[in-house]
Every structure is written in C-alpha cells, then in structure tokens.
C-alpha cells in the first residue's frame, strides 16, 4: 500500500520545498494539500471538526502555488489537492492551474475536488450554496472541454467556453479526478458520472460504502471500479490491513500543522508502515 500524506501547509508550518523533499528522500507516495481562499472572520456556519474552528484553516498556502514548488524539487512524489473547491474557481483559470502544473510535474497531479462546509467563505465568491455541486459538476465539465485534444466548445447551465486552443494539456489527457465527501447515493452517483473516485476522510464506515460505490460505479457503465483512497488519516497497522482487505493501494495520513521538528518526528513515526 502507497502511504501518501496531507498537511495543512501556512506561512507558520514546515515548507514545501523541504516537505517535499523529505518525502521523497523517505519513500512516502505523494502529497496532498487542502484549499481555503479565507476564512470570515464573522461565521453562522459550524465548522464540521469542531469550534473553535483550527488556527491553520485562515492560514493555508494556496495549493497549487505549494505545489508546484514540491514538484520542483522532486521527481517521483504523486502531488494532489485535497480538495479544491472546485466551485469557488474561475474554470478556465482552473484548468489552466490544473494543466500547467500536471504538465510540469510529468503527470503527478491528482484533481481532489469537494464541495465545502463554509457558506460564508463560499458566498464571497458568489456561490449560491444549495446549487455548489451541481456548479462543481458544470466547472469540470467545462475544464474538460479545455483539456480535450482537439479545440472543444462547452455550454452548461453555468457557464461556457468557446472551441479554444487550450494548452499544455494533462499529460494523460486529464488528470485523476477524486471527490471528496461524505457516503450517499447523491455522491456517489456524481463519481461514476464524471470522477476516477472517492477521497472519504477518515476511511471509517468503508465496508460497507466501497461496495455501495462499486455498484453504483458499474451500473452507470463504467470499467474497471472506482479509486477509493481514504484521506487524513490517522494510521495504523489494523487499518491499513483493513484497507488492503477491500481493494485499497494508497492512503493518505494526516501530518500536524506544525513546524519543521514536529512534522519530521511525524513522519518518523509512520515510517514503519513504509
């Protein structure tokens, strides 16, 4: 099983250059970085992990900036967002991000998208929260028409493009493209629509929503079966054993938001899952 790892990366933690290297150096898969623009100071909206809402959340390094100076410095460590907040983008800046940095990277990139928790956050950039996923599912269109080999025009409900010369393209045409969110048959009907597969955080409950997917996956007439890759967790050799049980080949670990010696002490202890 790969052992890849995400991080609140902030203008307070470890950097990316240095993470990135100390990853590949160890034997670590890859490294995923989650997204807020920011954080209002004034919020209605709970925060799904608890309050008081984590210092590190109105602090976090855009990803795609972080990433791209991790895949600088490396040659094999997979690089993914998890998650972008797909909707609180332009598209075709979006695409643009997304293929520029797959392209530079050789295509390491994996596309973790989601839907968010934060209405505040999500407001300022004009989303209306009851139509966010049906927007997400618009945007990627959209980007998809922009990655497609030939010039491809899209009009959804959303937005549009025109037939355009778009480039560089994903290396393999597009990159993986994983959701994040809780188990459901709404999810799950957006994943075999238009994903490669799931990002569940915390990988509980995964024996029986792995074969609710995989169902749903070949019943919309799709090949193969969905990637299932369990996010931000806590590991342990019982669950990567249990991972492996139901098909499973990576799962991503969550690192402290913290400083060069604690983030290496981390890694230090999950070396033996290596």
Do not use: C
Request: proline share 8%; no cysteine; charged share 25%.
């Amino acid at each position: 099983m790969r052992i890849s790892t995400t991080i609140f990366l902030t203008d307070e933690t470890i950097r990316p250059v240095r993470l990135a290297r100390e990853l590949e150096q160890r034997g670590f898969a890859g490294l995923y970085l989650p997204e807020h623009t920011h954080i209002p100071a004034s919020r209605d909206t709970p925060a799904p992990m608890g309050e008081p809402l984590p210092r590190e959340y109105g602090r976090t390094l855009d990803p795609f900036v972080a990433l791209g100076q991790a895949a600088a410095v490396t040659e094999r460590l997979t690089l993914g967002t998890g998650i972008t907040l797909v909707a609180q983008h332009d598209p075709i800046d979006l695409a643009k991000q997304v293929a520029t940095l797959d392209f530079l990277s050789g295509g390491r990139f994996t596309l973790g998208v989601g839907f968010g928790w934060n209405v505040e956050e999500a407001a300022d950039h004009g989303v209306a929260w009851s139509s966010r996923r049906e927007l997400a599912r618009d945007r990627i269109a959209l980007m998809k028409a922009l990655w497609a080999d030939e010039p491809t025009a899209y009009d959804g409900a959303f937005g549009s493009v025109r037939a355009s010369h778009a480039y560089p393209k994903p290396v393999k045409g597009a990159p993986r493209i994983l959701v994040g969110g809780g188990a459901g048959p709404k999810l799950f009907a957006q994943i075999a629509e238009y994903a490669d597969g799931w990002l569940p955080i915390g990988g509980g409950g995964l024996s029986e929503a792995v074969p609710e997917l995989r169902r749903m996956w070949a019943e919309a007439g799709r090949e193969g079966e969905p990637v299932v890759v369990p996010y931000a967790v806590r590991p342990s050799a019982g669950k990567l054993a249990h991972f492996q049980e139901l098909g499973l080949d990576e799962v991503v670990a969550q690192l402290p938001p913290a400083g060069e010696g604690e983030v290496l002490r981390a890694l230090d202890a999950y070396a033996e899952y290596l």
